[in-house]
């Protein structure tokens, strides 16, 4: 069974920047959609950022120009690059393919 592992989250001041990867137990990207979610302390978690298996890309107003998914298919891994980041991105990041789920890492903005 293929298993999501997160990492990267951290506490960053505003303006900054954090990488988070999701590493694949195996193979897997190349041939699935992997999204990127957040859920907001108090809120209900929220699409961030996708890529399909064709490596098309799409997301959410609130990140567009600051984020970037990309994956590397050798690596089985997917990243968010997240740049500029503010408070309100705070929260624990999910990483998702089909129906696998990571178990979160969180991250914290201060301002």
């Known amino acids: 069974q293929v298993q999501l592992v997160e990492s990267g989250g951290g506490l960053v001041q505003s303006g900054g920047s954090l990488r988070l990867s999701c590493a694949a137990s195996r193979s897997w990207f190349r041939m699935n959609t992997v999204r990127w979610y957040r859920q907001p302390p108090g809120k209900q978690r929220e699409l961030v950022a996708s890529m399909s298996e064709s490596g098309g890309t799409d997301y959410a107003a609130s990140v567009k120009t600051r984020f970037t998914i990309s994956r590397d298919s050798a690596k089985n891994t997917a990243y968010l690059q997240m740049n500029s980041l503010k408070p309100e991105d705070t929260g624990v990041y999910y990483c998702?393919?089909?129906?696998?789920w990571g178990q979160g890492t969180q991250v914290t903005v201060s301002s």
């Open positions: 998702n393919s089909y129906l696998l």
